[in-house]
């Protein structure tokens, strides 16, 4: 697989060097020429100093023949420019983007991104997990669709103890699999609780949030 990494900083170094490190075929493209002196020497990426928005260097990389691009450039309208830019001239078939704010991930998206990864939400979900109980922990949240999942465990004093799943989720907030005894199912409407049961639930944040509150409410 062939990877161009649009961004030599932080990010962008850690990627090259994990996905060299793999064995990966790795471009970099970077505008800062000491930085890319820096993943010459400390990487084995191909890397080239100039804009991603140059198609000529652009060619002169390869990028008609990757299979992914990795947009990590700190600047979210840069980003964009750069996302459309891979996409309507050269086809790059798979394009992952790191967004700094969530406000402009669906610009983002909308300019030919396959997935776009907020920072500011990687953040807040981090954030989240620390300042919660231990009962219950986000996994992933997605602020521009309003959707949550979460997991939370059933403790020996909880109110849904012992209720069919049918009697604890509601419309919009499923429990899409229980991992029990450290086994992972996928419940049907007759599975009752259990204590220790781990359930993941999936859908509308505030939905979601019902749920995971009744399954922290103690009897």
């Given at each position: 697989?062939?990877?161009l990494?649009?961004?030599?900083?932080?990010?962008?170094?850690?990627?090259?060097?994990?996905?060299?490190?793999?064995?990966?075929?790795?471009?970099?493209?970077?505008?800062?020429?000491?930085?890319?002196?820096?993943?010459?020497?400390?990487?084995?990426?191909k890397?080239?100093?100039?804009?991603?928005?140059?198609p000529?260097l652009?060619?002169?990389?390869?990028?008609?023949?990757?299979?992914?691009?990795?947009?990590?450039?700190?600047?979210?309208?840069?980003?964009?420019?750069?996302?459309?830019?891979?996409?309507?001239?050269?086809?790059?078939?798979?394009?992952?983007?790191?967004?700094?704010?969530?406000?402009?991930?669906?610009?983002?998206?909308?300019?030919?991104?396959?997935?776009?990864?907020?920072?500011?939400?990687?953040?807040?979900?981090?954030?989240?997990?620390?300042?919660?109980?231990?009962?219950?922990?986000?996994?992933?949240?997605?602020?521009?669709?309003?959707?949550?999942i979460?997991?939370?465990?059933?403790?020996?004093?909880?109110?849904?103890?012992?209720?069919?799943?049918?009697?604890?989720?509601?419309?919009?907030?499923?429990?899409?699999?229980?991992?029990?005894?450290?086994?992972?199912?996928?419940?049907?409407?007759?599975?009752?609780?259990?204590?220790?049961?781990?359930?993941?639930?999936?859908?509308?944040?505030?939905?979601?949030?019902?749920?995971?509150?009744?399954?922290?409410?103690?009897?």
């Amino acid at each position: 697989m062939q990877t161009l990494i649009a961004g030599g900083g932080i990010i962008g170094s850690r990627l090259a060097i994990y996905l060299t490190e793999r064995g990966e075929d790795v471009i970099v493209i970077d505008e800062d020429k000491e930085r890319c002196e820096w993943l010459s020497k400390n990487t084995d990426a191909k890397v080239y100093n100039g804009s991603m928005l140059n198609p000529e260097l652009l060619m002169e990389a390869g990028i008609d023949k990757v299979d992914a691009l990795i947009v990590a450039l700190g600047n979210d309208q840069l980003t964009r420019k750069v996302v459309d830019f891979a996409k309507s001239q050269f086809g790059v078939p798979k394009i992952v983007a790191i967004a700094k704010e969530s406000e402009l991930c669906e610009q983002i998206m909308a300019s030919g991104a396959n997935k776009v990864i907020c920072s500011e939400d990687e953040v807040l979900n981090e954030v989240e997990n620390v300042v919660q109980s231990g009962a219950s922990k986000t996994i992933y949240k997605d602020s521009r669709t309003e959707s949550l999942i979460s997991k939370v465990t059933v403790r020996a004093r909880s109110n849904v103890l012992g209720k069919p799943i049918t009697k604890v989720e509601n419309k919009l907030a499923k429990i899409s699999g229980i991992i029990r005894d450290r086994v992972l199912f996928f419940p049907d409407h007759d599975t009752t609780l259990e204590m220790g049961d781990e359930l993941l639930i999936i859908g509308r944040q505030s939905d979601v949030e019902k749920v995971v509150n009744s399954v922290n409410e103690e009897s």
